[in-house]
């Protein structure tokens, strides 16, 4: 494992006048020092465990406001814990540390109910944005079980909604349907396909995107929105279904109507 590095600008950033509080989780005792040190400096309070049962155990004793999880962990893993939360109900914003490359683990992430993932190593400044990334978003009311249980067209009434093609986002409520059928996103990828639709027709490039939605360019090596776009796509564009997303090479994305 390759400590993380200390390339950043100290910043303090609080949500109002309360301290951000994280639960970060990670079995590298090396890693696991210097994440807490960096976090404590930009001013969050830091809980730091070592493996998956203690995140557990932390988090029903005190629910953080975001949790940092390593998905290699000993007793359970990160994948595991995520599951476990999401099954409780709890949709405390999870951001994913691994060093495994090959997208079926991240999708495999996501699938557990993570909200973000970065690949080992990484730099601070990139962790620090998705972080504050996933606090913003966080603060969006969740949308209620009896809200879930009825049709679109019901929940939908008086709420800000876009409609492209057969595609509707219903934003206030941060839910999307395709063809009638509600297809479930994390909030990275809900922020980025509203962010598509809102602009459907238009060429987005990839730092505005980067802006938007991290409001951090990691600059043009980095595959991170190429593959939540592979995400949404996934789960967009089934089998039968005329693709709504496409990619103008050399530039960024679009959305449209067919």
Known sequence: MQE??????????????VTPT??????????RDSLDRLLTLEGYQVTPVSDGIEALASVHKQRPDVVVLDVMMPGI?????????????????????TARVETS??????????????????????LLARLRALLRRAAVPAVSSAEAAVEPD???????????DDLRIDSTARRVWRGGEEIQLSRTEYDLLELLARNAGIVLDHST??????????????????????????????????????????????????
């Open 22 to 31: 994280v639960l970060l989780a990670e079995d590298d005792r090396a890693i």
């Open 4 to 17: 993380v590095s200390y390339r950043f600008l100290i910043q303090s950033w609080t949500i109002g006048v």
């Open 154 to 164: 019901s929940v939908t009434a008086g709420h800000d909604l876009i409609e492209v």
């Open 105 to 126: 683990d991240r999708v495999a992430g996501l699938d557990a109910g993570a909200d973000d993932y970065m690949l080992k190593p990484f730099e601070a400044e990139e």
């Open 209 to 258: 995107v980067y802006d938007r939605i991290w409001g951090y360019d990691f600059g043009p090596g980095s595959k991170n929105l190429a593959v939540y776009i592979g995400y949404l796509r996934r789960k967009l564009d089934t089998p039968g279904r005329t693709p709504l997303i496409h990619t103008v090479r050399g530039v960024g994305y679009t959305l449209r109507e067919p």
């Open 77 to 97: 893993d990160g994948l595991a814990v995520c599951r476990v939360l999401r099954a409780e109900g709890d949709n405390v914003p999870i951001l994913m540390l």
